[in-house]
């Protein structure tokens, strides 16, 4: 069983900055594909980003050169830095972790964090 905690949502303007974290507990978090979605209301949940444990990234088209996800598996924590902030950025973000390896088929997701962008 995999816990996720996410933090660093809130309220941003247009063009704003903010730093999602995803802190994982109770699995071995090498072992996962951790990604972050997004589902806006009214709409179906979708891959923002995500990084496998050797670093390999994959982004949304609609938000490539703005966001950068990242992980320190020291800290078992991953990272969503989110730059450019558009209204359309608004969502709730959801953490996600996927099993790799002998762990495939494992998926668990965080409870979600609001990030409203607006003036």
């Known amino acids: 069983q995999v816990q996720l905690v996410e933090s660093g949502g809130g309220l941003v303007q247009p063009g704003g900055s903010l730093r999602l974290s995803c802190a994982a507990s109770?699995?071995?978090?090498?072992?996962?594909?951790m990604g972050w979605y997004r589902q806006a209301p009214g709409k179906q949940r979708e891959l923002v980003a995500a990084i496998t444990s050797g670093g390999s990234t994959n982004y949304a088209d609609s938000v490539k050169g703005r966001h950068t996800i990242s992980r320190d598996n020291a800290k078992n924590t991953v990272y969503l830095q989110m730059n450019s902030l558009k209204p359309e950025d608004t969502a709730v973000y959801y953490c996600?972790?996927?099993?790799?390896?002998?762990?495939?088929?494992?998926?668990?997701w965080g409870q979600g964090t609001q990030v409203t962008v607006s003036s």
């Open positions: 996600n972790a996927a099993g790799t390896g002998l762990y495939t088929g494992r998926n668990y």
């Open positions: 109770g699995s071995i978090f090498s072992m996962y594909r």
